[in-house]
């Protein structure tokens, strides 16, 4: 029998590796000394643990250990990424790119950014979630200072062809920043390959601690941004503050342990996405998946269960922590509004659910989760008014629903 | 979001979840919500001659809150008179079940659901009256 609570929204966060933990503990205990301390070997200690993190972590994306800078966390970088090349190049231009489905962190900084002047091309994205470079291209002016767009989706897990879009960009010397959060240690990221300029990351989405990011900053040909947090002149001047060294400590060995165990887990992770997906289409009708078929992160499965409210469906499998793209669970009784940016209808957003698979489940956990879902969603169909006149052949469609 | 005991209760263990035959002339049906807003009611009484509630179902398509109001308005409409039926209020639904803010609209979802369902009982009602005071006696086919 499996143990439960079963976790299994591993895009929303991870839990920390054993072995990161065990890399943390000194520099949560002995060593603590600030790694700007310059005079004493505590410094000098603190300062070489944070030298040998850059390095992990930028040897995972291909980068140089002098381009990575370290914040708080992905939402940070992708603040400092916009208005850092918003601030420094407004001379140049005033107009940004970025899809409709990025994160909130860059849609709410891009839409502040356009209460400050600067213009925002938000690009429609297809069925599946995806922008082509083709759009990129079309949608460059000689006003476009930056484009932005994000790796992996978080909700639908699609990937972006971020290759293709780069060398777009790169093309016309623009600044592409990319929100890689999502990818970077589940799937291959290369700057150089990808033609990228900045790139934000976070460590607890690849089983690191909480409230440690970076930004990775290009060095050959030079990108500059202003910095949001002025003081010390920490990390280049581009973020001031006391290096938060057990927490990167923490974080380059995740690096570390992604990069060297990232083929064997997203092939084991991608095929128990693939078991589950089997397993509820067999058994259940009217499904939808979200997000693409194969341009995916391996581990993500969004699904819609129609006629079923995916709030209700949450509490009907309370022992599975997973996430939904109901209003319901959210202040702003708003569905989901990636979702939406595909195409799918409100009615559907409502029931859509998001299984992340990750490094710590089981083939063992995959199965009970499938059955305890179809059991579940079998007994809430039951309950479902919709789903009864979808089975006497009603068309939902074509009744007047009175909105509320 | 957490819930309190009594919408789990009806959660986990939904009363008078089912279908009644909407064709019956003693039956009432009240759809009420849209799917696109994440909430579909729909709740059904059978009514006695008396003009007692004697019987109610209901199916929801919503979340937890939805489902819980749902379920108790069909345990406190049955046995109740039309009119008792239709004092019942939305407030008092959300302060049986301890509604947060955020889930008040399924318990005004409900209210709204009984006035329909009743609404719907009262139009049939009406219009098998019309037909009884016709000049031809009615003819009434077996279904």
Redesign the interface.
Known sequence: MVKVPIYMDNNATTPLDPRVLEAMMPYLTTEFGNAASRSHAFGWKAEEAVQKAREQIADLIGGNEKEIVFTSGATESDNLAIKGVAEFYKEKGNHIITTRTEHKAVLDTCKRLERQGFEVTYLDVDKYGRVSAEQVKNALTDKTILVSIMFANNEIGTVQPIAEIGAVVKERGIVFHCDAVQGIGKLPFDVEQMKVDLVSISAHKFYGPKGIGALWVRRKPRVRIAPIIDGGGHERGMRSGTLNVPAIVGFGAAAEIAKREMPEEGLRTGKLRQRLQDFLFAHLDHLELNGHPEHRLPGNLNVSFA???G??LM?AIKNVAVSSG????S?S?E?SYVLRACGV???LA?TSIRFGIGRFNTEEEVDFVGKYVVDQVTKLR???????MAKEGID?SKIE???? | ?A?GDKVLDH?EN?RN?G?LDKADPSVGTG????????????LQVKIGDDGKILDAKF??????S??ASSSLVTEWVKGKSVDEALTIKNTQIAQELSLPP?KI?CS??AEDAIKAAIADWKKKRAAEQQQLTADRPQERRAE
């Open positions: 006629f079923v409210e709030e209700a509490m109901s209003a319901c669970t202040a009784l569905p209808s409100e009615d409502h039951a309950m479902s008014p919709l789903y009864e939902l629903w009175a909105a509320h | 979001m819930y959660y939904p979840v279908t759809l009420v919500g849209a799917p696109a807003c994440g909430d579909v009611m729909r199916k929801t398509f919503g979340c937890g939805a489902i955020v609209h005004v979802l």
